[in-house]
Nanobody, 118 residues
Framework: VQLQASGGGLVQAGGSLRLSCAASGRTFSRQAMGWFRQAPGQEREFVARIWWSGGSTYYADSVKGRFTISRDNVKNTVYLQMNSLKPEDTAIYYC????????????WGQGTLVTVSS
């Protein structure tokens, strides 16, 4: 299973970006997909999660109300719409997939860099 994240870039504070994460490779039953981020010198942190069946979502407090996670079952893709971006949102963003029956995310993408200038 490969996860390909894309959509990162440089944006001014207050701007928007949409990240995409396409899953390919062998078919697997996923329970959820999520986005994480890692800023320079900091540990990786959770950003958002979406349950593949039902589509319920969960967000970190730091992005709640500004970011929206969504999925396209047909395209096997999960998105992260990021609005009202702040300089502190600057990080490498990673997507991840949690297979059914797994207690943690077991597939990770390569990351895409988001830089928010002030």
């Amino acid at each position: 299973v490969q996860l390909q994240a894309s959509g990162g870039g440089l944006v001014q504070a207050g701007g928007s970006l949409r990240l995409s994460c396409a899953a390919s490779g062998r078919t697997f039953s996923r329970q959820a997909m999520g986005w994480f981020r890692q800023a320079p010198g900091q540990e990786r942190e959770f950003v958002a999660r979406i349950w593949w069946s039902g589509g319920s979502t969960y967000y970190a407090d730091s992005v709640k109300g500004r970011f929206t996670i969504s999925r396209d079952n047909v395209k096997n893709t999960v998105y992260l719409q990021m609005n009202s971006l702040k300089p502190e949102d600057t990080a490498i963003y990673y997507c991840a997939a949690q297979s059914v029956g797994k207690g943690q995310y077991d597939y990770w993408g390569q990351g895409t860099l988001v830089t928010v200038s002030s």
